[in-house]
């Protein structure tokens, strides 16, 4: 919880998993789980181990009063998302979901991403210097979701502070005052979607919120107004931009730190997939996630009681080395790359793991076709992330870059 060690959490990655892989954290009480066994022993248990837990609800001061009432008197206080629910309701959710990235709908979409990213580079073509997060990181995840979810590109400047205000509860470190900022800002965000919403009911389109209007689950129900709220919210917009902003992100910062894989790409660029499934190992945009005991158990000879917490360190598994030889470092030549945990697997794996995995490898394609050497700006801070029990988010990374030699 210190954010000193958030902002390089693997050697303690490392002590833990050495010395006791299932650690109770006296401060909090929840147990952390470090290494990949333990992991994926959890993860392929979802009856055992429930995703039901909300962090907001783990402060101190659990969820005040204040924020509750912004909800219920300016929009809809959130329910769930897919990824914290268990089911009925999961099930009802990750049923349309699952619909809107499947590998087809993804491929469909490639030349759009594709385009994207090669856009906002000849955006950027003069310029030898740049902010990496704000100028690319950031705007390629959200002008896909913005495109697919059928809103102006035009306002996504806005989308992004209307996402961090989403996801900064969860991360566990923000204040009181904070949180209470985040929640008048998602109420903000939630009477623009509504609007849409009553256009959409209106005049329907080709487009994500469309579809949720119109969608019926096994037994004909509709989704409710504050679950199409939370549906386009939390699991389109902010899942569909944070995370992978993030690993884009992260997967810059790792080159600058490693020439030799990019010198390695630029002449073979068939391995930009291995790269896009290194970054996720190494640099886990999701590096923690809660599941709650169902039932007394038993896990790495330790007991555990119902209730009881557990934080999947996914950051930590990502990187263990009795999985993954030489787990610091990017190898372009991996045997089985995309056996990371980074997007979770069975009931819970990502839905937009397909649509992630193309956009970070878009953007890394269209950066090494134009570039093949990254530096950082001296006269800059030092790259730092968001505080956050939760997530690996670069706030900035200010560089320079050198275009290839034709």
Sequence with gaps: MDPAVQ?????????????????????????????????????RAPDQYLSSVSPMALADDGIPQEIIDIYESGGWLPLASCSTSDPPQHTRVRGFLEKLFTAERVRAATSMIDDIAMTLLEELADKKEIEFVRDFAHPLPMMVIADLLGVPRSDIAQFKVWSDAIVEPFSMMASRERRIECAQLVVEMQGYFAEMVAERRRRPRDDLISEAISYRDSEGHAFSMQELMTIITID???????????????GMKLLIEDPAAVAEI??????????????????SPAQGMFRRCAHASNLAGVELAEGDLLNIRFGAANRDEAQFSDPDRID?????????LAFGMGRHVCVGAALARQ??????????????????????????????LFGRNLLALHMGWAPRSR
């Excluded at 959490?9 to 109770?24: G, H, K, S, V």
């Excluded at 931009?241 to 992100?249: H, K, L, Q, R």
């Excluded at 030549?333 to 990371?340: D, E, N, V």
């Design 7 to 43: 902002q390089c959490p693997y050697e303690f990655y490392r002590t833990l998993r050495t010395a006791t892989p299932l650690y109770q954290m006296p401060s909090t009480g929840f147990h952390l789980v470090t290494s990949y066994p333990l992991a994926r022993e959890v993860i």
């Design 236 to 250: 389109l917009l902010a899942s569909g931009n944070e995370t992978t902003t993030a690993a884009i992100g992260s």
């Design 266 to 283: 630029a002449s073979n660029p068939s391995l930009i997939p291995v790269l896009t499934e290194e970054i996720l190992r190494l640099e």
């Design 332 to 340: 372009l030549h991996r045997a089985k790359p995309g056996s990371h």
């Design 359 to 388: 956009e970070i490898t878009s953007a890394f394609n269209a950066l090494l076709q134009r570039y093949d050497r990254f530096w950082l700006l001296p006269d800059h801070p030092a790259p730092e992330y968001q505080p956050s």
